[in-house]
């Protein structure tokens, strides 16, 4: 059974810094793309980081390029979101989710992503 549990969300500071774990198991990353997600109250999701593992290429969403650092252990099997200098408009709940057969992260935002997690709640506070 394929499980992602995320993880490491909570409240903080404008400017202030979260790290986020997607474990996950059941999967092995060089079949798979692992996206993180985030939707907003009223608004639609969206894709905010790409890991691919087969060729460990990366991605990022324009509003949070130079913030946000997506990394992995694969001893551990999860994929890690580094969220730095962040603003009141990352608040969401972030999502990741695995699309197998993904070896780049080229438009990964529109991927078949057969696995999500339940999400966990980023709120920053101004």
């Known amino acids: 059974e394929v499980q992602l549990v995320e993880s490491g969300g909570g409240l903080v500071q404008a400017g202030g810094s979260l790290r986020l774990s997607c474990a996950a198991s059941?999967?092995?990353?060089?079949?798979?793309?692992i996206g993180w997600f985030r939707q907003a109250p009223g608004l639609e999701r969206e894709g905010v980081s790409c890991?691919?593992?087969?060729?460990?290429?990366?991605d990022y969403a324009d509003s949070v390029k130079g913030r946000f650092t997506i990394s992995t252990d694969n001893a551990k099997n999860t994929v890690y979101l580094q969220m730095n200098s962040l603003k009141p408009e990352d608040t969401a709940v972030y999502y990741c989710?695995?699309?197998?057969?993904?070896?780049?992260?080229?438009?990964?935002?529109?991927?078949?992503?057969?696995?999500w997690g339940r999400g966990t709640q980023v709120t920053v506070s101004s």
């Open positions: 989710a695995a699309a197998r057969g993904y070896y780049d992260c080229s438009a990964y935002a529109r991927f078949d992503y057969h696995y």
């Open positions: 059941g999967i092995t990353f060089d079949d798979y793309a």
């Open positions: 890991f691919a593992g087969s060729i460990g290429d990366t």
